[in-house]
Structures are given as C-alpha cells and as structure tokens.
C-alpha cells in the first residue's frame, strides 16, 4: 500500500495540547538537574544565567517559529532544511537528530535514580527499561493518547514545583545576594555565561513542537504563539525556582545538588515524597514522554523523499509508524543495556543537540528567495533583513556553544562524531537516486 502523506494527516492537535508537549518538553531534566551545576559555576548569579539562557535559545526559537508559520508540515525541522538547504543536508540533519537522541537514556536513568533515593535498592536498569518502555507504549497507542498522557503528567509537574516556590519562598534569607555583581558572577563572567550555556538545555524543546505541523489545527497561528506562552512561563518559573534553590540553604551545600536536596529542608515528609514523584521523577518523564512525541516525523517525511524504503514507514492501527518510533525506542535504550555513564551520555547528547539545532536555524535564510508566497501567507513572520540576521547571529552564539563543549566531549567523542557525520553522508550520495522532491523529479543539487 502507498505511504500516507502529509496531505492526509488528521489535524489532532489544538492550542492547549502543543503547549501541554511545548511544557513537557522543556520542562524536565533540565531545571531538576543542572540548576545545581549552575549554582556551582555561578552561585547567585543562576537565575540571571537562566535569564540570559533565553536570549541564547530565543533567536534559534523565534527562526524555528517562522519557519513553522510558513510552511507548517509533519517532519517540520526536516522539512525546513530538505526544502530550503537543500536534500543532503537535510538527511545529515536527520542522522544527526537520531544520534541525539541517546539523551532519551538520560531522562530514564535520572528517573530510576530518584526512585532509588525514595526505595534504595531497586534495579536501575530495569527502572530505566520500564519507564523508557511505557512512554514508548503511550505513544504507540497514538498521539491523541500521549497528548492526554502528557497534560496529566506537565500538570502534576506544575503544581509540584509551585508548592516548591510557595513553600521555599518564606525561607529565602538575603534577596540582596542578587543584586551584588561579585555575587552573581563570582568566577567572573566567563563562568557566568559558561553557566547560561549549561542551563540554555533546560530551556530547549518549544522549537520541537513545529515538527507536529502536519498535525495541528491552525498550525500558522498555534505554533508561533505557543513557542512564546511556554518560554516565557517556563524563564519566570526557572527564575523564581532557581532564587528558591540558592537562597534556601548554603550555597556549598546545594552546588551539584538535585531540586530534591533543598525540597527535603523546606517540605514535611509527605510532601517532600510528592515533590520527589510529581516533581523530579515527573519532569524526567514529562520529557521523555514529549521527545517520542515528535521525534518520528522527520524520518516519516524522509521515507517520502526515498531516503529509507517505505515500508519502515508504516503505521499501526492507532496511526503512528511503529517501526520509526521502534527506532527512537531502541536508539534511547542503547545506553542503558550497554551501560553509559549518565553524565557522558548526557554531555555528548547536548552537543550533537547543538549542531543539529542550529541547521534548520539556517534554513530561515533562504525563505523568502526559495518560498515567497508561503512567507506572504505566513500568519507570523519576521521582516525579510530579520529573516538574515537572525540566522547569521543565531549560528554565532550556537558556534560558541559548540566551542564551549569540546573540552567535555574529549577526542574519542569527536573523532566518533566526524566519523558518523562522514558515513551519513556517503550514504547521502550514494542513496541519492533514490530520493525523489514534489512532482516526481530527482533533486539536482545537495
């Protein structure tokens, strides 16, 4: 049977369901996590390092949104790049994409740590497998299922760490200790904005959602407007958690330390255990549960083009391409079976994140010359000077992340990076002939 397009799709997704995966998606690993390295880095300067790590996800967010209101699609950041870099660099993006996803591994392991910290004594890697397992069955069953799925678990979420704010806040002792330049940035501002760039990936994901395009009623209008509501709600809520999480306790004792080691001081033991479940191990969820959303509908589109055989791409009863999200599902427990660190499963997941991210970025340059008509119709779109601008700037500050990274990533990492970047591309040309562009035609330049 022929492959269903994108032409088909069933618009599912409303307003209130993207921005239910939009705060699902950023709201996880990140703020439970590497607040605590950023206290270490930085002390009271992190919730100003929060602030200045939505300028460094802002312009690459904004570029994704435009994109996203002119020619919305399923496979969105796929689709941005095959049509408007051209088809080659399209598929190293893809490649790129799921090698990024190990990071899958991290949110499992971390959860299965914290259910550790409450019932010592668990086996972590069958914790790992079960709940990396369950999210990929929610999405099996389609993605009505895991949007439901995923209101319930952002709003168990949100309610956890407001009471985390509202409990914590009476607790706080010197709110002078943010206004003081030597206390905000005591390493200087190096190790601040080292910390901005450490934090910018709990602040990431919003930008995801266009992949859902293809899905979503009112997409030119639904995408860009929840880009903006979720990142704006999710930097005042990291601000207030992070003044919370430095203001609490000493900071030699919360540096390097989870959300769950101040929640212990300021909750009662009930509440305490429920931050730790519908807070910590929540979040870890929330965003596992939010990558498998969307993570399928690049290789969807790449199927399509001729880049995979067809027949990997088809669905089950419930619509979803099982075989694709199988992919993701086995790619996320590779860590785990084979027993990868968390921190180096994790680090190398935020580079190759940063490379690939900032391709589609890219994509905003050549919108007008490539797609007029579609930036005319577009219900949000920049000016055409903003529209060079913002790319050119956006690659600056992702290269300088990149450049940061490199010391953590080691030589064997990159050595191992340049090596699958080589082999996706070789692959490219040589499956080139296969790979077929709207009305039938090979495409004739990369």
């Known amino acids: 049977m022929p492959i269903e397009t994108t032409q088909d799709s069933k618009k599912l997704l409303g307003f209130w369901d993207l921005l239910s995966i939009s705060l699902g998606q950023i709201v996880g690993a990140g703020v439970v996590v590497l607040t605590g390295i950023g206290i270490g880095i930085t002390g009271y300067g992190t919730p100003w390092a929060f602030l200045l790590a939505l300028g460094i996800v802002f312009l690459p967010s904004l570029s994704i949104a435009a994109l996203g209101a002119a020619i919305p699609s399923t496979g969105g950041t796929y689709t941005y790049v095959r049509d408007l870099l051209g088809h080659k660099t399209a598929f190293l993006y893809l490649g790129l994409l799921v090698a990024g996803q190990l990071v899958l591994a991290t949110y499992a392991i971390g959860f299965a740590s ?83 760039y450490i934090l910018r990936y709990s602040m990431i994901g919003s930008e995801f959602i266009s992949e859902l395009g293809g899905e979503t009623r ?73 990558i498998f959303a969307w993570c399928t509908k690049g290789l969807f589109m790449a199927t399509q083009d001729g880049w995979l055989p067809h027949s990997v791409a088809v669905r089950n009863r419930y619509g979803t391409p099982f075989i694709l999200l199988t992919l993701f599902y086995v790619v996320g427990m590779l860590p785990i079976v084979t027993g990868m660190t968390l921190q180096y499963v994790t680090i190398l997941g935020n580079a190759v994140g940063i490379i690939f991210g900032i391709i589609p970025v890219l994509a905003l340059y050549n919108l007008y010359e490539r797609n007029p008509e579609a930036y005319r119709q577009a219900t949000f779109r920049l000016p055409i000077i903003a529209m060079k601008i913002v790319p050119v700037v956006a690659f600056a500050v992702y290269s300088f992340g990149v450049y940061l990274s490199l010391d953590f990533i080691g030589v064997n990492g990159i050595v191992t990076l340049l090596v699958y970047a080589a082999m996706l591309l070789a692959y490219a040309f040589w499956r080139e002939p296969h790979v077929i562009i709207a009305g039938g035609q090979a495409p004739n330049s990369s």
Request: one cysteine or more.
């Open 218 to 290: 009112d997409p030119g209008r639904n995408i860009p407007r929840v880009m903006v509501t979720s990142l704006v709600l999710v930097t005042l809520l990291y601000i207030t958690i992070a003044v919370i999480a430095t203001g609490v306790l000493p900071l030699e004792l919360v540096a390097g330390e989870s959300l769950a080691f101040v929640a212990k001081e300021i909750f009662p033991p009930g509440l305490y255990v429920f931050f730790v479940v519908g807070g910590v191990m929540i979040a870890l969820v929330t965003t596992l549960n939010s």
């Open 114 to 196: 914290y259910a550790d910290a409450l019932a010592p004594g668990m086996n972590l890697s069958l914790i790992s497998a079960g709940v990396m397992t369950l999210c990929y069955g929610a999405n099996l069953l389609g993605l009505r299922t895991a949007a439901r799925f995923q209101s319930i678990m952002v709003a168990v979420l949100l309610v956890s760490l407001v009471l985390f704010i509202g409990f914590g806040f009476s607790h706080v002792g010197d709110f002078s200790n943010y206004t003081k330049v030597e206390k905000v940035m005591p390493e200087g501002i190096g190790a601040f904005i080292a910390a901005a």
